[in-house]
């Protein structure tokens, strides 16, 4: 009997938890503006997913529960790839300013991309604040639905893809900088 009386308040708290994601997408709406127009903002968070990759300088393998409790954007990209290559300094941009406890990047180069390639990449970009981290067999782009690069999802604190941008982006944009510091904030 005393299960029946505690269903109300489950059922609030579930649909309180969805009016709070879709103020989320209502607030973040606006917010696109330019290459970010794009943006698709889910009105609910897809399910986690549980993969993994090859962390940079063979050094193990990595998975996104090491990234729990932060918004990630991930961006799947590739060497050989035109349009990631030029996004990749603007994204590590959003790396420098919105970098730490909150907000974290990931970059998995997808496919084919050589260790020495993606250094001798970002060396000569300036890039030193981005993982190198890779996905050769394509497992982790596989899972995420990943057909062309460059693809970026955002992941919320539960590890949950809360939107999706397929192609290149001003990553470095007032748009992109205005929705990254309106999730961070929203946790604070």
């Not at 997408?25 to 993969?51: F, S, Y």
């Not at 993982?131 to 062309?148: N, S, Y």
């Not at 949950?160 to 007032?174: F, P, T």
């Amino acid at each position: 009997m005393r299960l029946f009386r505690l269903i109300p308040l489950y059922m609030a708290l579930a649909l309180g938890a969805n009016a709070a994601i879709a103020a989320d997408v209502e607030t973040l709406e606006p917010l696109r503006d330019g290459t970010l127009k794009r943006l698709i903002l889910h009105k609910e968070p897809k399910p986690a997913k549980t993969i993994e990759f090859q962390l940079e300088d063979d050094g193990g393998v990595g998975t996104l529960e090491d990234y729990a409790g932060k918004f990630v954007l991930i961006n799947f990209w590739a060497t050989w790839c035109a349009p990631c290559r030029k996004e990749m300094p603007q994204i590590a941009e959003l790396q420098e300013e919105f970098g730490g406890d909150k907000f974290q990047v990931l970059t998995l180069a997808t496919g084919r991309n050589s260790p020495a390639g993606i250094k001798k990449f970002f060396d000569e970009n300036g890039i030193e604040n981005l993982p190198r981290h890779q996905d050769p067999k394509q497992v982790a782009a596989r899972e995420f639905g990943v057909l062309a690069l460059p693809i970026t999802v955002i992941l919320n604190p539960e590890g949950q893809e809360i939107a999706r941008l397929i192609g290149d982006a001003e990553w470095n944009s007032d748009s992109a900088k205005a929705i990254i510091s309106t999730l961070v904030g929203a946790e604070s």
